[in-house]
């Protein structure tokens, strides 16, 4: 007592001897929501977690991650019909984030600087047998080889890319791009037989003494509709006319060109026709809306001069005329035939009606279940007939490149656990990351970049890439328009606004840790985190 | 203002830091190394909007006067809360008189500084609004009026939240407290004629007078430590929403602090010399309903035997504010 001033008798202490958690009803945790796009995503991806590379300008290891589930990012970026973007929580800001754009920047600038993929850790000395060198066959090809198993692709076409190649036009797919992701699959030891019809799958099999097969055939039949036609009319499929650009004869189409259908091929080709000088004519017996084209590429097809007849079907083709009859819909949308007919000026007709399945390499395999021209899977991608697996559009599904290249992936997941006799489990799902879990003031307006598009004059005669990238300095900023739905992105809000600092910094990369000894549970953390990386759970009492 | 014109940055300077940004161009708060000056195991309640802002401004004064800092408190919360005999929060020198006295207590520590040499030293006073607005007006005015070299810092948070939530001079018209009960024909505090507090400092032509909110660290950090690069007396007033005396939910205070200054309630500026030299513009406006929904303290004015035409009025002071400070752009303003 005697040493110490006057009126003092305690001791000073500090109040971290005061465990204020003590307090706590609710406790805060971090945890990782599933991002919208993630969730949406046909191949996949894991967007989110590439594009926060690529804010921080590291395109290598963005482009690395994006890789670990999609080899094509380079055609992505070109022909994804990008469902991500549809569903990116951005859109409820501003704009959705350009995910595509800087999907093509990255796969772009991989092919610029020669970026391969790390080679396969380990030989598991299986040989797995994928037939077709589409999207979904290159895909499974690519997982399969960087999972150590040996994999030869055996494709009945001159040249590896499938529909990417032989169906979708350059200009929305330049070639040599194509070639270049090609390629670098192959460089990772992918033994690829070109020219190599399938005919039986099991002697094919059994003839190369493979492990396992994967099925990727592909739809490249066109379907044909009775139409009354004369004997010299000019009717052709649109697959044909498409596969037929890539060869030395051209097809020989005539001026006027009239195409029949309303999906995505059919716009293809009227657009490949209007390059060639030709004038086509879509004619299409339901109207735009319900029209199974997306409505981007009517939009590009109409600005190029594309001409198209809505409500109408072809009733007879002859020699440099069609006769159509206009139609209207019925009250529940289908339609309807009126009576009306008209005469159009037609040297070929082009059926873009849908393809089908050339199931013959199946005859005589046991086990099997084909229902409406397509093979049935189970959710592993295994036929009836054990270790063969079958995907993209030869199996039930929407048949975009993007839905290929994610069959590939499951497949060569589940073909790699069948190869070692377990059963591949997925990771259960995070809960999504919705809007509301969100706080969006905290990021910055910018509204989304537009990529340049070519010239209407160019579009009409060349076949010139229609749509431009991104350069260094737009794909930054477009990156870093991604509002990291679900996963903490570092942005310190936490770390800040602790009344009470209960929130322990780990340092860069390592995120942050909840100090409970002093967290009293007020909840700020969790309502000022922009990205909804928090969450508050109830503590047991 | 707080915000520097920079390349786009995801979140900008909105968040408390930010990885794309340079480690010099980060806030003092998101260093992991800050001085933490009001340490964990302080009494203040779950989401004390005063405990945050008390640790925004005196950690960006101790990063800007390189840790040579005294502060001086006035009786209130911060004071109860932080200090309980014989524990201590604080992790600066720190003193505690009376209530009504800080700023002369600050200018004698300003002046024992001077007369010892230590011109590195410098000093902080702060107290709650009742402290500052009230108790401790007269011995404010006069510190401003000498120009002693005090910064003093007011932590608004709109009434005498320690002693049960009693009126003060800073209390909005309308609310409830345990003084202004609402009962009768216009229940709540009284519209009255106001105090505002800045805007006397600013009569006393000082060096720097601000406001802030602990929803904008950027702004309070910018504020703090322009304040702390000048001498003379400097005033900041800093609003604090209060979970407890505003009966609002804890996790909404940083969300109520937003909405005072969205709103145009609490408008944000600055002004050197009696001379407004910048403000905070609204970002996105909000009506005052936003901001006075999420608050017991302002029930009475909706609901059953709602009062419509005193949230116009608060609506009107509100707009006023806007006006007056010109807290909307140009094109927001008209548009």
Request: with cysteine.
């Amino acid at each position: 007592m005697a040493n110490k001033p006057f009126a003092i008798t305690l001791k000073p202490g500090t109040s971290l001897a005061n465990l204020t958690g003590s307090w706590r009803s609710s406790r805060p945790v971090y945890l990782n929501r599933l991002p919208p796009c993630n969730n949406a995503c046909p191949a996949g991806e894991n967007i989110q977690g590439w594009l926060f590379h690529a804010e921080s300008g590291d395109y290598e290891q963005a482009w690395r991650v994006l890789v670990r589930d999609n080899p094509l990012p380079s055609v992505m970026g070109r022909v994804c019909y990008h469902p991500c973007e549809t569903s990116c929580n951005r859109g409820q800001l501003d704009e959705a984030v350009g995910i595509n754009s800087v999907e093509r920047f990255l796969g772009d600038e991989a092919i610029k600087r020669g970026w391969k993929f790390d080679a396969p850790a380990t030989e598991t000395g299986k040989k797995v047998l994928v037939v077709g060198a589409g999207p979904s066959g290159l895909s499974a090809a690519y997982h399969l080889a960087r999972m150590g198993h040996q994999v030869e692709i055996q494709e009945a076409g001159p040249l590896a890319g499938g529909m990417m190649r032989f169906g979708i036009p350059k200009y929305r797919l330049p070639r040599d791009v194509l070639d270049a992701e090609v390629q670098r699959i192959l460089d990772l030891g992918v033994a690829l037989k070109l020219n190599t019809k399938v005919e039986n799958i099991e002697q094919s099999m059994q003839d190369g003494g493979f492990d396992a097969a994967f099925l990727a055939v592909g739809a490249h039949i066109g379907k044909r509709a009775m139409i009354p036609a004369g004997d010299a009319a000019h009717i052709v499929d649109a697959v044909s006319v498409l596969r037929s650009m890539e060869g030395e004869d051209k097809p020989m189409l005539g001026r006027k060109v009239v195409v029949y259908g309303g999906g995505n091929t059919a716009i293809d080709v009227a657009r490949t026709v209007k390059r060639m000088g030709g004038e086509p004519l879509i004619v299409y017996r339901r109207t735009r809306d319900k029209a199974p084209a997306h409505d981007f590429e009517i939009e590009e097809a109409l600005q190029e001069g594309v001409m198209i007849k809505w409500l109408s079907t072809i009733k007879q083709a002859g020699v440099g005329e069609i006769t159509v009859e206009k139609m209207e819909l019925d009250e529940k949308g289908f339609p309807q035939p009126t009576g009306e007919f008209e005469k159009l000026e037609a040297d070929s007709v082009v059926l873009a009606l849908g393809q089908d399945v050339d199931l013959s390499l199946l005859n005589g395999v046991s086990g099997l279940e084909i229902k409406d021209g397509t093979v049935q899977v189970a959710p592993n991608m295994m036929t009836g007939h054990a270790g063969i697996f079958a995907g993209g559009d030869m199996v039930p599904s929407e048949r975009t490149v993007t839905v290929g290249v994610g069959h590939g992936k499951k497949a060569a997941r589940n073909i790699d656990a069948w190869l070692r006799g377990i059963t591949y489990v997925p990771e259960p799902k995070h809960e999504i990351a919705t809007f509301d879990k969100l706080n969006p003031w905290y990021y910055s307006d910018a509204d989304k970049t537009v990529r340049p598009m070519l010239d209407i004059i160019r579009r009409q005669t060349s076949f010139d890439e229609v749509q431009g990238g991104l350069d260094e300095t737009n794909a930054l900023f477009e990156a870093r328009r991604c509002l990291s739905c679900g996963n903490c992105f570092e942005c310190d809000n936490c770390y800040g606004v602790c009344p009470d600092n209960a929130v322990i910094k780990l340092g860069p990369g390592k995120g942050f840790e909840f100090n409970y000894d002093y967290c009293k549970g007020c909840g700020i953390c969790e309502a000022e985190c922009p990205c909804g990386s928090i969450k508050m759970v109830p503590e047991d009492i | 203002m707080g915000y520097q014109t920079v390349k786009f940055y995801q979140t900008g300077t909105y968040t408390v830091g930010n990885r794309l940004l340079a480690p010099d161009e980060r806030s003092v708060q998101a260093g992991e190394l800050r001085s933490n000056s009001i340490n964990s195991g302080h009494r203040a309640c779950q989401g004390c909007g005063e405990a945050l802002g008390a640790r925004y401004a005196i950690d960006a004064a101790m990063a800007e006067s390189n840790n040579q800092l005294i502060a001086v408190n006035a009786t209130g919360c911060l004071e109860v809360f932080s200090t309980p005999y014989p524990e201590s929060s604080w992790q600066v020198p720190w003193i505690h008189s009376l209530f009504g006295n800080a700023p002369a207590v600050a200018t004698g520590v300003a002046a024992a500084m001077k007369v010892k040499g230590k011109t590195e030293v410098r000093v902080v006073a702060q107290g709650g609004d009742g402290g500052t607005t009230d108790i401790g007006f007269g011995c404010l005015s006069g510190m401003f009026e000498r120009n002693d070299d005090v910064l003093y810092i007011c932590y608004d948070n709109e009434a005498y939240m320690n002693t049960g939530v009693q009126r003060s001079s800073a209390t909005p018209p309308t609310a409830r407290t345990a003084t202004t009960m609402p009962v009768g024909k216009e229940p709540g505090n009284v519209f009255g004629q106001g105090k505002n507090v800045p805007e006397i400092a600013m009569a006393h032509n000082i060096p720097y007078v601000a406001t802030a909110t602990v929803a904008d660290l950027r702004d309070l950090e910018y504020k703090v430590r322009k304040a702390m690069k000048m001498h003379g007396a400097r005033y900041i007033q800093i609003f604090v929403p209060c979970p407890l005396g505003w009966g609002a939910a804890s996790h909404d205070t940083i969300k109520l602090a937003r909405l005072a200054k969205e709103t145009g309630m609490f408008p944000v500026f600055e002004a050197e010399h009696g001379e407004v030299t910048g403000v905070l513009k609204i970002r996105n406006k909000q009506p005052i309903e936003e901001y006075l929904k999420p608050q017991k303290r302002f029930a009475h004015l909706f609901g059953k035997h709602a009062h419509p035409e005193m949230v116009a009025h608060l609506q009107a002071i509100a707009d006023r504010n806007i006006r007056k400070y010109g807290l909307l752009d140009e094109e927001k303003a008209h548009g």
